[in-house]
């Protein structure tokens, strides 16, 4: 059954306490569309970090999940950073754990890793790498690293895969990945490509790698709004997390856009993206809370990882 429409009085007053916070809303493309449609910026993980460097607002009310409202602290301090839903956490996340990484790269001293972390990681995984990388940036964040060093991709394999291929630049692998984009296979895709046959398929890095390999374009959630305002097909087969359909039908009108399925789904959900709500978006901006932190001593090692990818993907 479809969710009622929010009500007026709370999507005006969550309008009311942006503006008494001096907020700013930032909206990932998988947050539910009433969030996605309220927000000031809705965009991928690359798009949100340059909104939060930029920002003059006082308080950031950041509707993803943690590590993206993390990033936002890390970049602002002396900002207050709020999230609807503390535990919107990531499997990606949680599949690197800084303790694990920092004991790996002890082992591995005499390697002289050159670290790079995809965004979807802690602020204490962010502090012990190198430079940071989003899904959109991922190819020229590794072209640019040092020639001379081995490098280490944290923690999803599956982009570090597809990154792979693009550069022709060996990387060692974390064997880390998206519970979400795992779920899709290639007999899930070949099946939706046989109802729809003249259909393009755009899908996200974090799938496998059969996945990609049936896939006509492989990029971040932003991108994908590019190229399924720009692909001349009329039925697209958008292989990520569902959220990205809001986003796509607002901006594609007239494109016929198809979730791609699961073995069990007709789409798939992250289950994290999905616990923010507008009525805890308003209640974060009523209480000030859930507020995001980070000790002081981690915040500045990971900004500089932050800070040097901001530079490298402009
Ligand atoms: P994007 O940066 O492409 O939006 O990806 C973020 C993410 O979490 C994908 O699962
Ligand atoms: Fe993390 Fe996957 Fe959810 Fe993205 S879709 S936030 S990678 S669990």
Redesign the pocket.
């Known amino acids: 059954m479809a969710s009622a429409p929010p009500s007026l009085d709370l999507k005006e007053d969550i309008l009311r306490l942006k503006k008494e916070r001096n907020a700013i809303i930032l909206a ?3 947050q539910v569309g009433p969030i996605q449609d309220l927000a000031d910026y809705v ?6 970090s340059y909104q939060a460097q930029k920002t003059d607002a006082d308080v950031i009310a950041f509707c ?2 943690h590590f ?1 409202a993390e990033t936002a602290k890390i970049l602002n301090p002396d900002k207050t950073v709020v999230l609807p839903d503390k535990d919107a956490g ?1 499997s ?1 996340e949680q599949s690197c754990p800084a303790d694990k990484l920092e004991a790996f790269l002890d082992e591995n001293r005499a390697k002289n890793y050159y670290v790079i972390a995809y ?2 990681c802690s602020a204490g995984v962010k502090a012990l790498s190198d430079v940071i990388c ?3 940036n991922a190819v020229r964040i590794v072209e640019q690293a040092p020639p001379d060093r081995p490098i280490l991709f944290v923690p999803d394999e599956n982009l570090g895969a597809w990154v792979m291929e693009q550069c022709g630049r060996k990387m060692d692998l974390w064997k880390g990945n ?1 519970y ?2 795992v779920e899709f296979t290639r007999e899930s895709i070949q099946k939706i490509k046989d109802e729809y046959p003249d259909a393009v398929v755009v899908a ?3 799938c496998t790698t059969a996945v990609r390999l049936l896939a006509d374009e492989v ?6 709004v590019h190229f399924c305002k720009n692909s001349p097909a009329k039925n697209i087969i958008v292989v ?2 569902s959220g ?1 359909l809001h986003r796509l039908r607002k901006e594609a009108p007239d494109k016929n856009l198809i979730a791609g399925p699961t073995d069990h789904c007709a789409c798939a959900d ?1 289950k994290y ?1 999905k616990m923010n709500t507008l009525e805890k978006l308003h209640a974060c901006l009523d209480q000030l809370a859930p507020q995001v932190e980070v000790p002081e001593d981690i915040r500045v090692k990971a900004e500089a990882a932050v800070v040097r990818m901001l530079e490298q993907s402009k």
């Open positions: 990932h493309n998988y965009g991928d993980s690359l798009g949100l993803g999940v993206m990531c990606l965004i979807n989003t899904s959109g998206c979400v984009h996200h890095p974090e990029c971040s959630t932003e991108k994908m990520t997390e990205m992250c993206m």
